[in-house]
Structure formats: structure tokens, C-alpha cells
């Protein structure tokens, strides 16, 4: 797995987005101040392959992916593993309790013509297939994808931060289960799984074989000889039979004819037996020549009656249509009925007229009322006034009316009640306007009963016009009469018309039913003549119905005279052939049943039978001589299956063994510690040297202390990093060979643990760290805070962070 492209937004201290490019990168750092986000970026690596990171502690646990302020986050690995490119994107989100959710997470392969280093936009949306879809679905895709699990990818590719020592420290077993994974060793698993599969599978087929042979144990020599002799002596039996049965037609054939001899003649017999006049031929002349009679006075009757219709048709028509004149009729009702409208309505305006000039009479008594009591309201007020002012007079004082000086106070009588007055002006203000409502209503009366005497001698005038040269209404009823009397008489006599018609269709279809009697008779007489006409029946004349008849019966009754005294010596003869033919049938049925053939009980078919018996004899001789073909063939068969169960389960039980795997992985480990151990003397300054133990546990051999071998957990925390480091550099090379090309450890990323480092270890480090990035591709990124180090590295990404999120800078050394 090699990474290309690294997108994070919102994930961990990236509040914002960022896009890193490995494309053109083999080994790089990622430096910065501590708590900057150099191992979020390791971090966000992990996760977008596996969804989970090694800080969080436990896996699953995806709320510490989030930014604390952040409601969503989105993260998306663009690498190449195994010769094609891939994607693995997830975005979480969180809900408004705070829960955070994996919203979307996916695994594409991507188009490898589009050029990584583009637009991530466009490198992500170059699917050519989704490869999973889910959260876990994607993780499992991605185990398969990189034949690693979680923890193994912690084990040797990401190296996390406090974790370096996991594989070196590890127990035998769990660093096995690691090996086997990594190395594909399971692939012999596999093959004992095959073996043992492929050794069932034959154990099954043998037990089918077996079965198949044991079902075939008839199949002998002597079963097949005994088919042989049965065939021969069927084939000896159908040329007897078929010699028989030559004679047997011939005897069939004689005894068909002398029976069909007898039943011709018997049949004859019963059929003149039943030739008899039909009832009613003797009269049916006579009934025919009145049914004549009755049709020629009903013919007579109905052209009387059609004559008179048609007479009262003509009277009809000379009349004219009585539509005209019904128009007429109604338009001297309309001017009837309308004048009489007209007239009332004239009496009703009068009357309106007469209540309006009386209402116009109330209206003016009742304004000259109002006129009155106005004059007489103002000059109460003035009076009024007049008194208020001069009761304010004072001697010597200027008169506010007249500005002149009051040289005497002017005497006033009582003024007249103003009240009064007002009080009276009122009501006569209210009884005007009360009357001149009443003459408005009575006015537009008046004008609505105009309007309607209007409209009535306009519709008068209409109906008078539409009268003009119309005869008088005297004459138009008269005419309407004598239509309707005309239509009377078409009608009784188009009544007449139609009995009389019906009544020659019933005398019609009573000659019509004498002629069917007659032509019945003669198809009668015509039908039995040729039913006898085998037996030569006398010629008829055709002309008269009842002699033909008696003709017929006559000779019928002789004729069956003769075929009676026949009859006996027919008989016998057909009572001969068929014994001829019951001999030869018993002949027959003897041979079958010497031959056990009982079961053909007809011999007509005793042939087919016979046949169908040979073929079967045939087929079961066939059938023995197949099997025995197909019992060698099994055997052979069984034979090999025998050999394949052997090899298989052999092989099967020796992969089976745990010893075979531990051996496999002791080679493995033997391989690792030799070049590990040299790259741990580099390390240590010769100091320490790497070597295995006969359970699989590591150790170290101190040469500080005389050769001592320590367990590797005796080490310090520096000693421990630089032989986890020798470890994981050794692994990293010689995975590809131990796997035989089946695994490739394309990636190594090793968060912190050089500080510890001295100065001369650090630059065997970095050495190291060069060699193993300019070997076969691979890509080789640290975490650090060691300057030393870090300018010793081609490509530096620096991280910086400020009070919003986290940045990264890409530049080179």
C-alpha cells in the first residue's frame, strides 16, 4: 500500500481542509511543534483505511475523530496497492444530542489513466467499481485488499507513536498469527484444507462408485449366455406363429363373409318389416284444395280494404296540413288572451295614477306645514333672544346690538315657548318626509305599471301581425275539424287494411303447412325407396301420392317373405367359419403358453407382442453386455479413486500439523533476526545483537556484558526502540521474498521515538531510513521532533497550528 493523496476536514485538530500530495514523495517527515497534528496525519491514514486509530485507544470509537467544534468530518486516502489505485473515503457526522455517525464511508478503484496529482475532485470521481460501501464492509474490503488486519498494519506498516516495540515484544503465538498473515503462509492451510477437501470428495465418489458397481452384480457371463438362448428361442417362436396366422386371415375373411351374408339378410328383413303408409296421406288432397278457397277470399277481403285506404289517404291530402292552421288557433288565443291582459293592466295604472295624485296632494299640505311651523320656530327664536338681551340692559350701558347707549330699558312680554316651537317644526319636518316616501313609491308604481302596459300592446301588436291574412278563427276551427275527421278515416281504414292483410299471411301459412305435410310425405316415400334400394325396391309414377305408397308396401311385404325363409341356412354357414377360425386362434395359444408368453392374450397382436418381446430380450442381452463394459469401467474407477484417497489424506494430515506453520515461521523469523541483529549492531554501536529463542521469543545478546543473552523486555526504552526499528526495517525489506511476491510492503510510517536516539545512532537511523526508502519504491515517512533527523529527510511536511485548525506545509530540504 502506497499512499498518493490525503484529504482531512474536520478531522481532529484540521478544522479546515487539507490536501496532502505523496505523489512524487519516497521518504519525508513530518515535523513541527508538539500538539501541532503531526500524528493526526498518521493518524487520519489509519482511519481512512480501517476506521479507527491506535491514540483512541479502542477501536470503533469514532467520536474522537471530530473536531471538538466540528459537526462533521470528512477524510479520503487515495493509494495503490497491488498494480491498480484505490480510494477509501469516510465522512462522520453529529447529531444534535452529539452523537457522532459514519454518514458515508466507501472503497473505489479508481481510473489510473486520471493523473493523482489533479484535481482530488476528479480523481475521486474516476470510479471505474466500487469495491465496498459500509463502514465495516469497507474495513474488511481493505483487510483483504492488504492481506492485513488492523493490528498487523500497526504491527509493521504504521508504527504508532509508544507502540514501536508491539511486534518484537509480542507473544510467539500472536507474532506467528502476524507472520502467517503478512507472509501469506496460509496459503498452506489452504492447500491441507484442498487436500483434505479433494480427499472427502474422492471418499464420496468411491462410496457412489461402490454403489453404482453393486447395482451392476447381475452383470455375469452366464447372465448374458442366458439372454442369448432366450433371444433364439423367441425368434423360433414367431416363424411358427406367423405360419399359423397365415391361415388365419384366409379363415377370417370366410367367416366375415358368411356372417355378413347372415346379417345382410336379417337386416334386410327388419327393414321391409317397417315400411307402413304414414297417417293422414289418404285425405291430404282434400284438405289442401279448401285451404285454396280460404286463401282466394282473404286475397279478395284485403284488396277491398286497401282500396278504401287509399281512398281516405286522398281525402286527406286534399286537405292540407294542419300546422298553418294550428298556428292560427294559437295566435287568435294569444290576441285573446293578451287583450284581456292589457285590459286589466289599464285598470290597475288608473288606479295607481289615482293614489299618486293623492299622495302628491298629502305631500304638498305637508311642506306648506313645514313652512308654517319654520316661520313661526324663528320668529319664537328671536323673541327669544330679544328678551335674553334686554333683561342684560343696564342704564347708561352701549346696547350690544345697536352699540347706541341705552338711554332707557325696553319692556318685553313673555316670549313664546321655544321649545314649542322647535318641537313643532320637527314633526312637521317628519310627516313631509313620510309623505314624500309615500309619493316616490306611488311614482314608481305608477311608471312599473306603464312599463307593463307597454310591453302587453307590443306583444299585442306581434300576435295581430302575425294574423294578417289568415282567414277567420270560425274558419280555421273548421278546418282543424275536418283534418282531424280525415285522419280518423285513414286510420280506421289503414286498421281494416292491416286485418285483412293478416288475415291471408294465417290462411297462407295454413296452405303453406299442407304443402310442408305433402312434401314431408313424398321425402318420406322418396327416403324409405332409398333406403331399400339395395334390394331393388319397384319404380313409383310420382303423380299420385297414396298408389305409390301402396306400390312400395306391396313388394316390401313379399320381400321380406323370401329373406325369412333364407335366413337359417345363412346362419349355419357363418357358425361354420367361425369354428374354423376359433382352431387355428387355439393353435396359437398353445405355443405362447409353452413359451410362458400368457400374458398376449389376443393372437392378432401376437406378432407385435412377439416383437416387442424380442426387442426386450434384445435389450436386456444389450444391457448385460453394457454393464458388463461399465462394471470394468468402475472398477477401474474405484481403483483410482483408492490411490486419490490416500495421496489426498496424506497430504492433508501433514499440513494439518501446527509444526509444519511454527517451521514455516521459524525460517521466517531466523531470516529476520539475521538482518535485523546487523542492523541493531549499527544501531547500538555493536552493543547488541538480535537472536531467537526455541520457543520464538526474542532476545538480545549484550556483548557489553560478556555475550549475555537478555529478554528483550530488559531493554530501555531507547534499546527497545532501536531493535523494534531493526526489526521493522528487517521485516519491511524481506517481506516480498518471504512471501514469494505475494505480500509487498510498499509503505512504513514511524511516529516519534528518535529523541532518545544519540547523535552517532541517529545517523545510522537516517542511513538506514535512506537505504530502505531508495529500495524497490518503497516510501518511508517519519514523525519527529529531532532536527538532526529531519534534515537528513528529502521531502519535510511541516505542521503548524493556530487558534482555528491545523495547516501542513509541504517543502523540500
Given at each position: 500500500?502506497?499512499p498518493?493523496?490525503l484529504f482531512?476536514?474536520?478531522?481532529?485538530?484540521y478544522r479546515?481542509?487539507?490536501?496532502?500530495?505523496?505523489?512524487?514523495?519516497?521518504?519525508?517527515a513530518?515535523v513541527?511543534?508538539?500538539?501541532s497534528?503531526?500524528?493526526?496525519?498518521?493518524?487520519a491514514l489509519?482511519?481512512?483505511?480501517?476506521?479507527?486509530?491506535?491514540?483512541?485507544?479502542?477501536?470503533n470509537v469514532?467520536?474522537?475523530?471530530?473536531?471538538?467544534?466540528?459537526?462533521?468530518?470528512?477524510?479520503?486516502l487515495?493509494?495503490?496497492?497491488?498494480?491498480?489505485r484505490?480510494?477509501?473515503?469516510?465522512l462522520?457526522?453529529?447529531?444534535?444530542?452529539?452523537?457522532?455517525h459514519t454518514?458515508?464511508?466507501?472503497?473505489?478503484?479508481?481510473d489510473?489513466?486520471?493523473?493523482?496529482?489533479?484535481?482530488?475532485?476528479?480523481?475521486?470521481?474516476?470510479?471505474?467499481?466500487q469495491?465496498?460501501?459500509?463502514?465495516?464492509?469497507?474495513?474488511?474490503?481493505?483487510?483483504?485488499?492488504?492481506?492485513?488486519?488492523?493490528?498487523?498494519?500497526?504491527?509493521?506498516?504504521?508504527l504508532?507513536?509508544?507502540?514501536?516495540?508491539?511486534?518484537l515484544?509480542?507473544?510467539?503465538?500472536?507474532?506467528?498469527?502476524?507472520?502467517?498473515?503478512?507472509?501469506?503462509y496460509?496459503?498452506?492451510?489452504?492447500?491441507?484444507?484442498?487436500?483434505r477437501?479433494r480427499?472427502?470428495?474422492?471418499?464420496a465418489?468411491?462410496?457412489?462408485?461402490?454403489?453404482q458397481?453393486?447395482?451392476?452384480?447381475?452383470?455375469t457371463?452366464?447372465?448374458?449366455?442366458?439372454?442369448?438362448?432366450?433371444?433364439?428361442?423367441?425368434?423360433?417362436?414367431m416363424?411358427?406363429?406367423?405360419?399359423?396366422l397365415?391361415g388365419l386371415?384366409?379363415?377370417?375373411?370366410?367367416?366375415?363373409?358368411?356372417?355378413?351374408?347372415a346379417?345382410?339378410?336379417?337386416?334386410?328383413?327388419?327393414?321391409?318389416?317397417?315400411?307402413?303408409?304414414?297417417?293422414?296421406?289418404?285425405?291430404?288432397a282434400?284438405?289442401?284444395?279448401a285451404?285454396?278457397?280460404?286463401?282466394?277470399?282473404?286475397?279478395?277481403?284485403?284488396?277491398?280494404?286497401?282500396?278504401?285506404?287509399?281512398?281516405?289517404?286522398?281525402?286527406?291530402?286534399?286537405?292540407g296540413?294542419?300546422?298553418?292552421?294550428?298556428?292560427?288557433?294559437?295566435?287568435?288565443?294569444?290576441?285573446?288572451?293578451?287583450?284581456?291582459?292589457?285590459?286589466?293592466q289599464?285598470?290597475?295604472?288608473?288606479r295607481l295614477?289615482?293614489?299618486?295624485?293623492?299622495?302628491?296632494?298629502?305631500?304638498?299640505?305637508?311642506?306648506?306645514?313645514?313652512?308654517?311651523?319654520?316661520?313661526?320656530?324663528t320668529?319664537?327664536?328671536?323673541?327669544h333672544?330679544?328678551?335674553?338681551?334686554a333683561?342684560?340692559?343696564?342704564?347708561?350701558?352701549?346696547?350690544?346690538?345697536?352699540q347706541?347707549?341705552?338711554?332707557?330699558?325696553?319692556?318685553?312680554?313673555?316670549?313664546?315657548?321655544?321649545?314649542q316651537?322647535?318641537?313643532?317644526?320637527?314633526?312637521?319636518?317628519?310627516?313631509?318626509?313620510?309623505?314624500?316616501a309615500?309619493?316616490?313609491v306611488?311614482a314608481?308604481?305608477?311608471a312599473?305599471a306603464?312599463?307593463?302596459v307597454?310591453?302587453?300592446?307590443?306583444?299585442?301588436?306581434?300576435?295581430?301581425?302575425?294574423?294578417?291574412?289568415?282567414?277567420?278563427r270560425?274558419?280555421?276551427?273548421?278546418?282543424?275539424?275536418?283534418?282531424?275527421?280525415?285522419?280518423?278515416?285513414?286510420?280506421?281504414?289503414?286498421?281494416?287494411a292491416?286485418?285483412?292483410r293478416?288475415?291471408?299471411?294465417?290462411?297462407?301459412?295454413?296452405?303453406?303447412?299442407?304443402?310442408a305435410?305433402?312434401?314431408?310425405?313424398?321425402?318420406?316415400?322418396?327416403?324409405?325407396?332409398?333406403?331399400?334400394?339395395?334390394?331393388?325396391p319397384?319404380?313409383?309414377?310420382?303423380?299420385?301420392?297414396?298408389?305409390?305408397?301402396?306400390?312400395?308396401?306391396?313388394?316390401?311385404?313379399?320381400?321380406?317373405a323370401?329373406?325369412a325363409a333364407?335366413?337359417?341356412?345363412?346362419?349355419q354357414?357363418?357358425?361354420?367359419?367361425r369354428?374354423?377360425?376359433?382352431?387355428?386362434?387355439?393353435i396359437?395359444?398353445?405355443?405362447?403358453?409353452e413359451?410362458?408368453?400368457?400374458?398376449?392374450p389376443?393372437?392378432?397382436?401376437?406378432?407385435?407382442?412377439?416383437?416387442?418381446?424380442?426387442?426386450?430380450a434384445?435389450?436386456?442381452?444389450?444391457?448385460?453386455?453394457t454393464?458388463?463394459?461399465?462394471?470394468?469401467a468402475?472398477?477401474?474407477?474405484?481403483?483410482?479413486?483408492?490411490?486419490?484417497?490416500?495421496?489426498?489424506?496424506?497430504?492433508?494430515?501433514?499440513l494439518?500439523?501446527?509444526?509444519?506453520?511454527?517451521?514455516?515461521?521459524?525460517?521466517?523469523?531466523?531470516?529476520?533476526v539475521?538482518?535485523?541483529?546487523?542492523?541493531?549492531?549499527?544501531?547500538?554501536?555493536?552493543?547488541?545483537?538480535l537472536?531467537?529463542?526455541?520457543r520464538n521469543?526474542?532476545?538480545?545478546?549484550d556483548?557489553?556484558?560478556?555475550g549475555?543473552?537478555?529478554?528483550?523486555h530488559?531493554?530501555?526504552?531507547?534499546?527497545?526502540?532501536?531493535?523494534?526499528?531493526?526489526?521493522?526495517?528487517?521485516?519491511?525489506?524481506?517481506v516480498?521474498?518471504?512471501?514469494a511476491?505475494?505480500?509487498?510492503?510498499?509503505?512504513?510510517?514511524?511516529?516519534?521515538?528518535?529523541?532518545?536516539?544519540?547523535?552517532?545512532?541517529?545517523?545510522?537511523?537516517?542511513?538506514?531510513?535512506?537505504?530502505?526508502?531508495?529500495?524497490?519504491d518503497?516510501?518511508v515517512?517519519?514523525?519527529?521532533?529531532?532536527?538532526?533527523?529531519?534534515?537528513r529527510?528529502?521531502?519535510?511536511?511541516v505542521?503548524s497550528r493556530?487558534?482555528?485548525?491545523s495547516?501542513?506545509r509541504?517543502?523540500p530540504?
Open positions: 500500500m502506497r498518493l493523496r482531512l476536514d474536520g478531522f481532529g485538530s479546515e481542509a487539507t490536501d496532502l500530495d505523496f505523489t512524487d514523495v519516497d521518504f519525508f513530518l513541527g511543534p508538539t500538539g497534528g503531526k500524528s493526526t496525519v498518521i493518524d489509519c482511519f481512512a483505511l480501517y476506521g479507527t486509530v491506535p491514540r483512541w485507544g479502542k477501536e469514532i467520536a474522537h475523530a471530530l473536531a471538538p467544534s466540528a459537526n462533521a468530518c470528512r477524510v479520503a487515495v493509494f495503490e496497492a497491488a498494480n491498480a484505490y480510494a477509501a473515503v469516510r462522520l457526522t453529529r447529531d444534535a444530542r452529539g452523537k457522532v454518514r458515508e464511508a466507501r472503497l473505489d478503484r479508481l489510473r489513466g486520471v493523473s493523482p496529482d489533479g484535481d482530488l475532485n476528479a480523481v475521486l470521481e474516476a470510479s471505474v467499481e469495491i465496498a460501501e459500509g463502514a465495516d464492509r469497507v474495513t474488511a474490503a481493505v483487510k483483504d485488499l492488504l492481506g492485513l488486519s488492523y493490528e498487523h498494519f500497526t504491527q509493521c506498516v504504521l504508532p507513536q509508544g507502540r514501536f516495540a508491539e511486534f515484544q509480542a507473544k510467539p503465538g500472536e507474532r506467528q498469527d502476524l507472520l502467517v498473515q503478512l507472509l501469506a496460509g496459503v498452506y492451510e489452504q492447500v491441507g484444507q484442498r487436500a477437501q480427499a472427502q470428495l474422492a471418499t465418489s468411491r462410496t457412489i462408485l461402490q454403489a458397481r453393486d447395482e451392476l452384480a447381475g452383470a457371463k452366464e447372465a448374458e449366455d442366458e439372454a442369448r438362448a432366450r433371444v433364439d428361442e423367441l425368434g423360433q417362436l416363424t411358427s406363429v406367423t405360419t399359423q397365415d386371415d384366409a379363415a377370417r375373411t370366410g367367416a366375415a363373409q358368411t356372417a355378413a351374408a346379417n345382410e339378410n336379417r337386416a334386410a328383413a327388419a327393414q321391409l318389416a317397417q315400411v307402413a303408409i304414414p297417417d293422414g296421406v289418404t285425405d291430404l282434400a284438405r289442401i284444395a285451404e285454396d278457397m280460404k286463401v282466394a277470399t282473404a286475397r279478395s277481403a284485403r284488396h277491398l280494404t286497401e282500396v278504401a285506404e287509399d281512398e281516405a289517404r286522398v281525402v286527406r291530402g286534399s286537405l296540413d294542419s300546422e298553418r292552421y294550428e298556428r292560427w288557433r294559437s295566435a287568435y288565443s294569444a290576441c285573446a288572451d293578451t287583450q284581456q291582459t292589457l285590459t286589466h289599464n285598470a290597475a295604472l288608473e295614477r289615482a293614489a299618486q295624485a293623492e299622495a302628491h296632494l298629502r305631500l304638498e299640505a305637508a311642506e306648506a306645514a313645514v313652512e308654517t311651523a319654520s316661520a313661526d320656530e320668529t319664537a327664536r328671536a323673541a333672544a330679544a328678551a335674553a338681551i333683561a342684560t340692559l343696564h342704564l347708561g350701558d352701549n346696547c350690544p346690538v345697536c347706541q347707549q341705552v338711554q332707557a330699558l325696553p319692556h318685553h312680554e313673555p316670549a313664546t315657548d321655544l321649545e316651537a322647535t318641537a313643532a317644526l320637527t314633526a312637521a319636518r317628519q310627516q313631509c318626509k313620510k309623505a314624500a309615500i309619493a316616490h306611488s314608481a308604481k305608477v312599473g306603464q312599463r307593463d307597454e310591453t302587453t300592446e307590443a306583444l299585442l301588436l306581434q300576435h295581430t301581425a302575425s294574423l294578417d291574412g289568415a282567414p277567420s270560425a274558419d280555421v276551427e273548421a278546418a282543424l275539424a275536418a283534418i282531424m275527421a280525415a285522419d280518423h278515416a285513414v286510420t280506421d281504414a289503414a286498421e281494416q292491416r286485418r285483412a293478416a288475415a291471408v299471411s294465417a290462411a297462407e301459412t295454413a296452405r303453406a303447412a299442407l304443402d305435410a305433402e312434401q314431408q310425405a313424398r321425402r318420406t316415400l322418396g327416403a324409405t325407396r332409398d333406403a331399400l334400394s339395395a334390394l331393388t319397384p319404380p313409383l309414377t310420382g303423380n299420385h301420392l297414396a298408389e305409390d305408397w301402396n306400390t312400395l308396401l306391396t313388394w316390401a311385404q313379399r320381400q321380406n323370401a329373406c333364407a335366413q337359417p341356412s345363412l346362419d354357414a357363418a357358425a361354420n367359419a369354428a374354423k377360425v376359433g382352431s387355428i386362434l387355439d396359437v395359444h398353445t405355443l405362447l403358453a413359451h410362458g408368453l400368457e400374458d398376449i389376443d393372437a392378432d397382436v401376437a406378432p407385435v407382442a412377439l416383437a416387442g418381446h424380442q426387442a426386450h434384445d435389450a436386456a442381452l444389450n444391457k448385460i453386455r454393464d458388463r463394459e461399465r462394471a470394468s468402475l472398477d477401474k474407477q474405484l481403483a483410482a479413486c483408492a490411490d486419490e484417497i490416500a495421496v489426498a489424506t496424506t497430504l492433508g494430515d501433514l494439518r500439523a501446527t509444526q509444519f506453520e511454527r517451521w514455516l515461521c521459524g525460517e521466517a523469523l531466523d531470516s529476520l539475521t538482518e535485523a541483529s546487523t542492523t541493531l549492531m549499527e544501531l547500538s554501536g555493536g552493543q547488541y545483537e537472536d531467537r529463542t526455541s521469543e526474542f532476545a538480545v545478546i556483548y557489553n556484558d560478556a549475555t543473552r537478555r529478554p528483550v530488559t531493554l530501555s526504552g531507547g534499546e527497545t526502540f532501536q531493535a523494534s526499528l531493526a526489526l521493522a526495517l528487517a521485516l519491511s525489506r524481506q516480498v521474498g518471504l512471501s511476491g505475494m505480500r509487498a510492503l510498499d509503505s512504513m510510517f514511524l511516529d516519534e521515538g528518535f529523541g532518545t536516539l544519540d547523535e552517532n545512532t541517529l545517523d545510522t537511523v537516517a542511513h538506514t531510513l535512506e537505504r530502505l526508502a531508495a529500495d524497490k518503497r516510501m515517512g517519519v514523525v519527529t521532533h529531532v532536527p538532526a533527523l529531519a534534515e529527510v528529502p521531502v519535510q511536511f505542521v493556530d487558534a482555528t485548525t495547516r501542513v509541504k517543502m530540504t
